[in-house]
């Protein structure tokens, strides 16, 4: 497995910015951003490929954009517009091949994203 580490959680008002960071130790196939928030089940929020193809969920079009740098094997999640229904903790993932060709994920331990009204 990989190791992830997170950055970049805090309190930002309404209307406000963050940036989620996550580097990963090892080179992977592609990486993302699920949530979980109080009572709820955990989401996708954004994902994307070593190529570079991305994937959103629909609470975080247009709002929210991920990228990577591969040379560094971190991707970034920048977060824009927030709202307090984005409160939640932020976990990152990837992906990679094991030596039997399966895909398997390694998780970050998560980083507390607080959106205040």
């Known amino acids: 497995q990989v190791r992830l580490v997170e950055s970049g959680g805090g309190l930002v008002q309404a209307g406000g910015s963050l940036r989620l960071t996550c580097a990963a130790s090892?080179?992977?196939?592609?990486m993302g951003w699920y949530r979980q928030a109080p009572g709820k089940q955990r989401e996708s929020v954004a994902s994307i490929t070593s190529g570079g193809t991305t994937g959103y969920a629909d609470s975080a079009k247009g709002r929210f954009t991920i990228s990577q740098d591969n040379a560094k094997n971190t991707v970034y999640l920048q977060m824009s517009s927030l709202k307090p229904e984005d409160t939640a903790i932020y976990f990152c993932?990837?992906?990679?091949?094991?030596?039997?060709?399966?895909?398997?994920?390694?998780w970050g331990q998560g980083t507390q994203v607080t959106v205040s009204s």
């Open positions: 090892g080179s992977v196939r592609g």
């Open positions: 993932y990837a992906d990679r091949f094991s030596p039997t060709l399966q895909i398997t994920r390694s």
